[in-house]
């Protein structure tokens, strides 16, 4: 089956303080993509980052890292010394070959980040 | 300016009563979808076009229908809408099939009572 779980729906933080939201995947193709979205209050869908499934490098956008494991199935997103400004819903998705080049999502985590 | 746009932005209708919800890009896109979002859930794709005139269901197509008689437009069709399709909505479209990343419209609030 293919399956985006986020198990975090909340996340609450002090500005400042670092937070990673956890994404887990399953799915049976071995080419494959992974995608993080930002859904901010105002309710757009905000692109963040895409990864292939064979690339397991590590990537840093200032504030933002990723972390892609394959062995672990996880792509995970660190926020480091969050900001009132990164409070949104985040979404993880995988996008797969098989039935059409579909790309499922994860529930989202939703993140406070207080002042 | 590059986008997708989708028309109305809000919506409140009574159960039954035929809605078409537009989607409209801009970019020269082949594949084109319908999600809807629901608290806990997610995105749910609902129908996908991967080029004119070739449309397929998603995960949560019952109740819809969709058409893709050109390549910029591919509206969402409720025939007898129910309350249980209250929800919102996002049309996206991409280049390709795979990589790409996916410009999604900035959503449709429908509201079936």
């Known amino acids: 089956a293919q399956k985006v779980t986020q198990a975090q729906t909340e996340i609450s933080v002090v500005e400042k303080e670092d937070v990673t939201l956890d994404c887990v995947y399953e799915t049976r193709d071995t080419t494959y993509y992974l995608f993080w979205y930002k859904q901010p209050p105002s309710g757009e869908l905000v692109f963040l980052i895409r990864r292939n499934s064979f690339d397991e490098q590590n990537e840093i956008s200032g504030r933002y890292s990723w972390n892609f494991q394959k062995s672990t199935s996880s792509f995970n997103f660190t926020i480091t010394a969050s900001q009132v400004v990164d409070s949104a819903v985040y979404f993880c998705a995988l996008r797969y070959h098989t039935g059409g080049f579909k790309t499922i999502f994860g529930a989202g985590t939703r993140l406070f980040v207080k002042a | 300016e590059a986008q997708v746009t989708q028309n109305p932005r809000y919506l409140i209708t009574v159960t039954g009563k035929k809605l078409t919800v537009t989607c409209s890009q801009n970019m020269n896109h082949e594949y084109m979808s319908w999600y809807r979002q629901d608290p806990g859930l997610g995105l749910r794709q609902i129908y996908y076009s991967m080029n004119v005139e070739v449309t397929d269901k998603g995960d949560v197509p019952e109740g819809y229908k969709v058409s893709r008689k050109e390549k910029r437009n591919f509206p969402l069709i409720l025939e007898s809408p129910s309350p249980n399709q209250t929800s919102l909505y996002f049309c996206?479209?991409?280049?390709?099939?795979?990589?790409?990343?996916?410009?999604f419209g900035p959503g449709t609030r429908l509201t079936v009572t």
């Open positions: 996206a479209s991409r280049p390709g099939l795979l990589m790409e990343e996916q410009y």
